[in-house]
T-cell receptor, first 115, second 112 residues
Framework: AQSVSQHNHHVILSEAASLELGCNYSYGGTVNLFWYVQYPGQHLQLLLKYFSGDPLVKGIKGFEAEFIKSKFSFNLRKPSVQWSDTAEYFCAVRILTGGGNKLTFGTGTQLKVEL | DTGVSQDPRHKITKRGQNVTFRCDPI?????LYWYRQTLGQGPEFLTYFQNEAQLEKSRLLSDRFSAERPKGSFSTLEIQRTEQGDSAMYLC??????????FGPGTRLTVL
């Protein structure tokens, strides 16, 4: 069965630091890739998505992610984090062939940004 | 508000009782999904509907769980004879065909 690994469970950064959160998946076929964010007390929101085309995708609030097919990775980046980026971040994969339409999520990364 | 809504937001029940949750998707979305999320984990897929047809069920969905979407609009998820292991956040999402999924706020279930 497919799986999604997020390597960092908890990350603490100071404001203005750069962020990179790792995400790897275990499936060799065609996939769609997503990053969702959950701010404290709020529901899951889509941060960005990759369906096809340019492997560098830009999302909301200055986030971007790069799809590297050879490494089965879809890492999330932001050059300068803000206190308001404190949230939990989830990577998710949708398999396009025979995978139905479900999303498979990683376990999440809790990001805390300190002033 | 035109997002996905779920009711109730919190449910506390005693072991052995039945519970039912409701999800109202975004109105033009024909796909509706249920996920379950426990502490420290990402959401896990339970089942999904396209219109009123239930197209896929996870092995996580034991025979105590049943989901319906009778008219292709709102959906209900029922858990019979609840167990303490059913305590979790139950999330609903909706989408257009092959589109991105939009999530609701979830129903937090606590089984005593």
């Amino acid at each position: 069965a497919q799986s999604v690994s997020q390597h960092n469970h908890h990350v603490i950064l100071s404001e203005a630091a750069s962020l990179e959160l790792g995400c790897n998946y275990s499936y060799g076929g065609t996939v769609n890739l997503f990053w969702y964010v959950q701010y404290p007390g709020q529901h899951l929101q889509l941060l960005l998505k990759y369906f096809s085309g340019d492997p560098l995708v830009k999302g909301i609030k200055g986030f971007e992610a790069e799809f590297i097919k050879s490494k089965f990775s879809f890492n999330l980046r932001k050059p300068s984090v803000q206190w308001s980026d404190t949230a939990e971040y989830f990577c998710a994969v949708r398999i396009l062939t025979g995978g139905g339409n479900k999303l498979t999520f990683g376990t999440g990364t809790q990001l805390k940004v300190e002033l | 508000d035109t997002g996905v809504s779920q009711d109730p937001r919190h449910k506390i029940t005693k072991r052995g009782q039945n519970v039912t949750f409701r999800c109202d998707p975004i109105s033009e979305h024909n796909r509706l999904y249920w996920y379950r999320q426990t502490l420290g984990q990402g959401p896990e897929f339970l089942t999904y509907f396209q219109n009123e047809a239930q197209l896929e069920k996870s092995r996580l969905l034991s025979d105590r769980f049943s989901a319906e979407r009778p008219k292709g609009s709102f959906s209900t998820l029922e858990i019979q004879r609840t167990e303490q292991g059913d305590s979790a956040m139950y999330l609903c999402a909706s989408s257009l065909v092959a589109g991105e999924q939009f999530f609701g706020p979830g129903t937090r279930l606590t089984v005593l």
